[in-house]
């Protein structure tokens, strides 16, 4: 189906395991987007990507990884997690960086 | 200080009535304002966004920028009950447009009550 997908939609894990979220959209929109989202804080951005092979970091990209080797694709690492990664992921895509931006479903993380 | 404030609410307005969701800025030269919806559960979605100082109308929906005062708001007329969700002010800071690093507030919860 087309537009953005995450997976999985929700992921248990143990602190200091690596853990790899998907995101996937078929528009071939240039921008990506990753977010986390925890009560108290709002969404958070982390990373974001501007084409493919292009990264750059958030407000919050300590402890994540991402790259974008194709442009549908753009995964998020969670190199060794620890319980403050607990959090609902958001991926997100645009055509441009003047246009809206659409949400994936969320990824419900927790770390234990 | 935040860098977007919102009243976490919940705001209760009775059906059909006007709803006023606010949020101030701290980012003088902030370029870009946006409003988005988002149901218990479910992933944002955009309403509005504003560049413009004034009012600019969709629908029911009115939002309103201040740069001057450093807030925008968003207005809902003829509320329903289908409008109850949280809503979530985004602004981009001054070095970008569009919706680059987006910094978003808590949200403000509204309830419509029938």
């Known amino acids: ?112 | 200080q935040k860098e977007v404030e919102q009243n976490s609410g919940p705001l209760s307005v009775p059906e059909g009535a006007i709803a006023s969701l606010n949020c101030t800025y701290s980012d003088r030269g902030s370029q870009s304002f946006f409003w988005y919806r988002q149901y218990s559960g479910k992933s944002p979605e955009l309403i509005m966004f504003i560049y413009s100082n004034g009012d600019k109308e969709d629908g029911r929906f009115t939002a309103q920028l201040n740069k001057a005062s450093q807030y925008v708001s968003l207005l809902i007329r003829d509320s329903q009950p289908s409008d109850s969700a949280t809503y979530l002010c985004a602004v981009n800071p001054r070095e970008n447009t569009g919706f680059q690093k987006l910094v978003f507030g808590t949200g403000t919860r509204l309830l419509v009550s029938p």
Request: aromatic share 12%; glycine share 8%; with cysteine.
């Open chain 1, 1 to 112: 189906d087309a537009g953005i997908t995450q997976s999985p939609r929700y992921k248990i894990t143990e602190t200091g395991r690596q853990v790899t979220l998907m995101c996937h959209q078929t528009w071939s929109h240039s921008y990506m987007f990753w977010y986390r989202q925890d009560l108290g804080h709002g969404l958070r951005l982390i990373y974001y990507s501007a084409a493919a092979d292009i990264t750059d970091k958030g407000e919050v990209p300590d402890g994540y990884v991402v790259s974008r080797s194709k442009t549908e694709n753009f995964p998020l690492t969670l190199e060794s997690a620890t319980r403050s990664q607990t959090s609902v992921y958001f991926c997100a895509s645009s055509e441009s960086k003047n246009t809206e931006a659409f949400f994936g479903q969320g990824t419900r993380l927790t770390v234990v």
